[in-house]
């Protein structure tokens, strides 16, 4: 088994023991702000990431993905999107089965505060959309 392949196995189980102690979600008010300010950083593509999936049968790496990526697990299905241009996304949906497991990893930190709540807006959602004709008559 390579080393790279150890390191995913590893954060894995790291991950999945953090989250079935805690209960999959931070204890504290701050760390509860941090984490959702991570999320929405995460869902708005300004986080790197890098998502593996791994084969426990055969230990080895089934796929990756590399990029700014939103990630929505539905059980036997990861659906990925991921931001490639300014205004260009692509989705990308991947089967999961009994056997395989993936692990999203953070590449760069982010400086989110856990002070502040995060809100955004987007006027495209609030305003209609207006088809204005100003041709001659």
């Known amino acids: 088994m390579n080393k790279s392949l150890l390191k995913y196995i590893v954060i894995g189980a790291i991950i999945g023991s953090g989250l079935s102690m805690a209960g999959c979600s931070p204890t504290t008010p701050a760390a509860q702000t941090a984490n959702e300010n991570l999320s929405t950083a995460a869902d708005n593509f300004e986080i790197q990431r890098k998502i593996v999936g791994i084969n426990g049968l055969t230990n080895t790496i089934a ?75």
């Not at 659906?79 to 949906?93: A, D, I, V, W, Y």
């Not at 989110?112 to 959602?125: D, L």
């Open 63 to 137: 796929f990756e993905v590399t990029g700014r990526c939103s990630v929505n697990d539905q059980g036997n299905q990861l659906e990925l999107t991921c931001k490639q241009g300014p205004n260009e996304f692509r989705k990308h949906m991947i089967g999961l089965s009994d056997n395989t497991f993936y692990v999203a990893e953070q590449l760069d930190a982010v400086d989110v505060s856990q002070y502040h709540t995060r809100i955004i807006i987007r006027p495209e959602a609030i305003l209609p959309e207006l088809n204005i004709d100003a041709g001659k008559q």
